[in-house]
Structures are given as structure tokens and as C-alpha cells.
């Protein structure tokens, strides 16, 4: 399956519904590359045009990949070796492409329903099934920008649990989508 994980950080919203620019955390760095490693993600991108943010990310990928964690930890290594830090969805769809020899397949996840583009995790691993390349974008912060949606060929119906409280760190929502886009149930 040729499949890629995004998280965005611009465009996102804060907790005011303004557009934002989020903060990278380290935390997210390790988990969801190692996350991407145990699913055999293609590649975990890290989308954000500041370039503050993009070194600080490039500075904790090179600790754990050249320098002393690169020895102390071979695992972490070998997963952090799957991310690759750019300025915008663009550059992450371009470098798909051109890798994978056409666009990508562009699903989105959301706290939110989003039924124009709506689709379940079933009929989306259906789609990568096919051997189309396929790029599941996150949102930080506050979620993703209405404008990242609309981009978007899909997006995932939204991990509902028992109760009205709905809002899952960026991790674990990527946790539970990947296992149901690539383990068969």
C-alpha cells in the first residue's frame, strides 16, 4: 500500500477559529514516525512554512538519525528516517508525484462531519487497495483549515466514541485511522 502520512500545521485553526501557523512538538515527531514505521507508511511529512519550526524538526531528526541517539536507540533511528520536513501541502503532494508517478489520492481526517467529501475507512483503504498512492493529512492545533478540506478527495468520517466528548490528540486519531485504513478487520 502506498500510502503517506501528513500532519499540517499551516493552515490550521486556533481555539478561536482564526487561522493559524502551530507550534511543532517533539512528542508528535517520535510518535507518528514511529507510528508510520510499524504501518509501513511511505513517508511521514511535516508541513510547516516556518522555518523555526521546520529546524527545530530537522534538529531532533538528525539527533536521532546521525547523532547520539542514532547509536543509543536503533529503532527510533530507523523510524525517524521516514520524515521529511516541508513548507506546504504542495511540496508533500509534488514530491508524492513525482515518486509515485501521478497525484495522490488526498484524504483528510476531522473532528467534525464533513459530508460533501465523507467517506469511511473501508472504502478509503479500498481506494489504496487499488494502487493508488494515497496522502492522510492531520491537522494540529485547533484542525485542519476549511481550505485543506475542500483540497481534499476525501474525507474520513470522524472517530466517534461512547459520549459527546470528541477530541482525541493528533496521535491517537492517527493511531486509530491507520490501523483501520491498513489492518483488514
Given amino acids: ?3 503517506y502520512l501528513g ?11 482564526e487561522t493559524i501557523a502551530s507550534a511543532i512538538t517533539t512528542l508528535d515527531l517520535h510518535d507518528l514516525a514511529r507510528l508510520s514505521a510499524t504501518y509501513g ?10 522555518e523555526d519550526q521546520q529546524e527545530l524538526a530537522q534538529r531532533v531528526i ?11 536507540n536503533r529503532d527510533r533511528k530507523e523510524a525517524m528516517q521516514g520524515i521529511a520536513v516541508v513548507p506546504s501541502l504542495e511540496d508533500a503532494v509534488a514530491e508524492v508525484q513525482a515518486t509515485e508517478g501521478e497525484p495522490p489520492y488526498l484524504m483528510a481526517t476531522d473532528a467534525s462531519r464533513y459530508e460533501e467529501k465523507e467517506i469511511d ?4 483503504r479500498g481506494i489504496l487497495e487499488s494502487g493508488r498512492a494515497g496522502i492522510l493529512l492531520l491537522g494540529t492545533a485547533w484542525g ?6 475542500e483540497r481534499c478527495d476525501a474525507v474520513l468520517e470522524p472517530i466517534e466514541g461512547i459520549g ?3 477530541h482525541l490528540s493528533v496521535r491517537t486519531a492517527a493511531a486509530i485511522l491507520l490501523d483501520r485504513l ?3 478487520c
Fill in 182 to 184: 491498513v489492518v483488514r
Fill in 7 to 17: 500532519l499540517v500545521h499551516y493552515p490550521v485553526y486556533n481555539k478561536h477559529g
Fill in 41 to 50: 507508511l511511505r513517508r511521514f511529512y511535516v508541513i510547516t512554512p516556518l
Fill in 1 to 3: 500500500m502506498n500510502l
Fill in 121 to 124: 475507512a473501508r472504502s478509503a
Fill in 164 to 166: 459527546p466528548y470528541n
Fill in 62 to 72: 538528525r539527533h536521532w538519525t546521525e547523532g547520539y541517539g542514532a547509536a543509543y
Fill in 144 to 149: 485542519l483549515h476549511r481550505l485543506v478540506l
